[in-house]
């Protein structure tokens, strides 16, 4: 293993994780945490950063049930938190369909999909929390899409041979945004939580080994302050544009969870990257984010290539037999709906030996002329009209009249802060809620599970275990003169003081690009040792070079987004290195993490159960990180080599 580029320490250890019969845990850890009484609530202050379905969900809750909370997001209304682009829908074992769902089947998809390579213990209580969410968003009024008889609908995604995924047109995440926002504001209005719109977490404040507070700074006015409280949650999403070309929002950053692990939080598996296998291809180089077309779109359309390379003929012209399904072939029993990093890698393969279609030979066909024949084109407009018309806005082609384009492009992260089943980090009081958590989809997300997480982390698990952490508190009073938020807010100070006043040549985009274009050759959809050690070399470089070089135009007391974007690529640079750091160390193929040197004879991932079963979780270091190995057990599903076929 690569120990050149990092050190060992002790096994990480997850000391709230429960035992005995699964279906039994999350309630046994509910019984056995410590509670706060409704009146000492009143007393306690918690602080929530962000504002997506995990933070909105959580805040509110809280809120709720009582608490003092401080609510952070950056952007200019909580309801522009990313989560509201997610359009497929959420899945839940509801089973309305009778086609043989139920919470263990839930848990066993989600531990199979994730490559064998997450905690049981979570992923069980993923499922049994996920029914409890749309009852919940039901009484908030989500439009949910019903049946004819007035029952919720259900449809298919990748990774699952039952339907129950529910969704609201192709606006599932909107819907489901606009429920939290509507319960956030609530709490609002009554006075238990503060919302700080246009606040950027810069710093973690840590006193006496506690999480204690944030330094937050003004997006307008500039002005750095200070927010102290008893505990901090971070719900700030995931990394993906880390790649620069993902289909994150431009604002998606990791800094919050960055910040917190150069304090000691320790980072989990940052080399867990989804490849979303549904996404409109890249146009060109002035592009400065993708476009998802949703998972959803893979139940009715089917995907195809043209057998003969090279083949430019319009689609309608190439003949059924002239035609590689290829999906179908590999998959027959999963076909179209195998999980997202085994149709991205399949799309990979196609083009890679010329079969692509459309601009350097870098997609596929997403066809829905059979679907529109077997349903009529009013059925597929009133399932999936809104992404057609996003299709054809973005591509001036009608997907209606010529199948769709698409290639695969970033899209979620697995990884990020280690939390324990308790979604507490290794810092006391930090606890860690959604995507910006590493806990529950092992090294690959199923689609329709992101939205799932956020919900269930929010509404249901986090106010049932802070609760045994602040039943100890309050904690000692604090205010702006200790010598720990003195440091803090001197840190960020500092931070900026160097990008302001740095006499540099270059852009904070151009780095960011040449970032993106490393991490996406090196540490994308395919990885070698060669090309990750690669990798590295260019990536410290980079880094070298961005601080001798990079310039930041304007002034700290102002809105200044260059200075916004600064911050945010130095901990990029960092955070890359980490992950091709995790990549290289980790020398199996698992999940959305693929590894040439890996692979079966059929070319599927080939995991080594043997030396990598268990949680990469890194400590920083200033020379080198630290990995401290959470071994993973699995007492009700087995490994086995993953099969789709």
């Keep these: 293993m690569s120990t050149d580029f990092y050190r060992e320490g002790a096994p990480a250890l997850d000391t709230k994780a429960p035992t005995g019969p699964i279906a039994e845990r999350w309630e046994q850890r509910r019984f056995s945490g410590r509670l706060v ?193 008893d505990a901090v949650v971070l719900a700030t999403g995931g990394y993906g544009n880390v790649y620069f070309l993902s289909t994150n929002a431009m604002g998606c950053n990791v800094t919050a969870g960055w910040r917190a692990h150069r304090k000691g939080a320790y980072f989990a598996n940052p080399c867990y990257t989804q490849i979303h296998p549904t996404c409109i291809p890249q146009s060109g180089e002035h592009q400065s984010k993708l476009t998802l077309m949703s998972e959803s779109l893979r139940n009715d359309g089917r995907v195809w290539v043209p057998k003969k390379k090279g083949d430019d003929r319009h689609p309608a012209d190439i003949p059924e037999d002239e035609r590689d399904y290829y999906l179908e072939r590999r998959y027959p029993a999963f076909g179209n709906l195998v999980p997202r990093d085994i149709a991205s890698r399949a799309a990979k393969v196609v083009c890679d030996e010329g079969h692509g279609v459309g601009p350097g030979g870098l997609g596929v066909y997403l066809d829905f002329a059979g679907a529109i024949e077997r349903l009529g084109k009013k059925a597929v407009e009133a399932k999936y009209g809104n992404l057609f018309d996003m299709y054809e806005r973005i591509t001036g082609e009608n997907p209606y009249e010529r199948p769709m384009r698409i290639y695969p492009a970033v899209h979620y992260t697995m990884g990020g802060l280690w939390v324990d089943y308790d979604l507490s980090s290794n810092i006391p009081g930090l606890f860690v809620a959604g995507e910006a958590n590493f806990s529950d989809h092992g090294a690959n997300r199923l689609g329709a599970s992101a939205l799932m997480q956020g919900l269930s982390d929010g509404y249901f698990v986090l106010p049932n275990t802070i609760s045994d952490y602040l039943a100890d508190g309050p904690f000692d009073a604090l205010d702006e003169t200790h010598e720990d938020v003195v440091a803090a807010r001197k840190d960020v100070d500092d931070r900026i003081s160097f990008f302001l006043n740095n006499d540099g040549d270059r852009t904070v985009d151009s780095f960011h690009r040449e970032l993106g274009k490393i991490m996406w050759e090196y540490c994308g959809m395919e990885r070698t040792d060669e090309g990750l050690r690669k990798a590295i070399g260019l990536i410290r470089g980079l880094k070298d070079e961005f601080y001798r070089r990079v310039k930041v135009t304007g002034k700290a007391e102002a809105l200044n987004q260059e200075l916004e974007k600064a911050g945010r690529v130095a901990d990029f640079l960092e955070l890359g290195e980490l992950m091709c750091i995790d990549a290289l160390h980790r020398t199996e193929s698992c999940g959305g993490h693929f590894r040439a040197e890996s692979q079966t004879e059929d070319g599927e991932a080939k995991r080594d159960d043997d030396n990598f079963s268990y949680v990469a979780a890194w400590e920083y270091g200033e020379d080198a990180p630290v990995l401290h190995k959470e071994a993973l057990e699995f007492e009700y599903v087995k490994p086995t080599q993953r099969s789709y076929k």
Excluded: W
């Design 37 to 229: 009484n409704p009146a000492n609530r009143r007393k306690l202050r918690v602080i929530v950063v962000g504002t997506g379905l995990a933070g909105a969900s959580a805040a509110a809750t809280l809120g709720e049930l009582g608490y003092r909370v401080a609510n952070y997001c950056f952007q200019d209304s909580s309801r522009r938190a990313h989560s509201i682009a997610a359009q497929g829908g959420i899945n839940a074992a509801k089973n309305y369909r009778n086609d043989g769902d139920s919470v263990h089947r839930l848990f066993y998809d989600t531990v199979k999909g994730g490559d064998f390579r997450s905690r049981e213990s979570n992923v069980h209580r993923l499922a049994e929390v996920s029914t409890e969410i749309i009852d919940q968003c039901v009484a908030q009024g989500v439009p949910f899409a019903r049946e004819y008889g007035g029952l919720l609908d259900n449809r298919s995604f990748g990774g699952a041979q039952v339907s129950r995924t529910f969704y609201a047109r192709g606006q599932t995440g909107q819907q489901l945004l606009l429920g939290a926002y509507q319960a956030l504001q609530r709490q609002v209005a009554a006075g238990t939580v503060d919302l700080h719109t246009r606040h950027e977490m810069l710093e973690l404040i840590i006193v006496e080994g506690k999480a204690r507070g944030i330094v937050v700074r003004d997006l307008v006015t500039g002005e750095i302050s200070t927010e102290l409280a």
